[in-house]
């Protein structure tokens, strides 16, 4: 069974960097993406990575935020640059996603199609 462990959170000022890890317990063919979740809330996307690389990140990200793979040691980062107050919350990895066009596709937006989830890594941004 698929394990996701996330790590690096933390406490940051406004304007600083965080850098998240996902290790995936196994190779799979599957894509990957992160989501934040505020206490009270619902989960939110953040950004999905697809099984070819590409990716995709929601509005309020693009620009500060980037998802990256390294697939030789199954692991998933979320590189969290210029960090703001309203980027505090629980993050969580995730893996799933959808066939289409020859690969699977995760999208941030989509959260129904993530089935595994990692456990959460806490991030607080002060400003």
């Known amino acids: 069974q698929l394990h996701l462990v996330e790590s690096g959170g933390g406490s940051v000022e406004a304007g600083g960097s965080l850098i998240l890890s996902c290790k995936v317990s196994?190779?799979?063919?599957?894509?990957y993406g992160w989501f934040r979740q505020i206490p009270g809330k619902d989960k939110d996307g953040v950004a999905g990575?697809?099984?070819?690389?590409?990716?995709n990140y929601v509005d309020s990200v693009k620009g500060r935020f980037t998802i990256s793979q390294d697939t030789a040691n199954n692991t998933v980062y979320l590189h969290m640059n210029n960090l703001k107050s309203e980027d505090t919350a629980m993050y969580y990895c995730?893996?799933?996603?959808?066939?289409?066009?020859?690969?699977?596709?995760?999208?941030?937006?989509?959260?129904?199609?993530?089935?595994?989830w990692g456990q959460g890594t806490q991030v607080t941004v002060s400003s």
């Open positions: 995730a893996s799933g996603g959808r066939w289409e066009g020859g690969k699977f596709h995760c999208s941030p937006h989509r959260i129904w199609e993530f089935g595994t």
């Open positions: 990575i697809d099984s070819d690389g590409s990716t």
């Open positions: 196994e190779t799979n063919r599957y894509c």
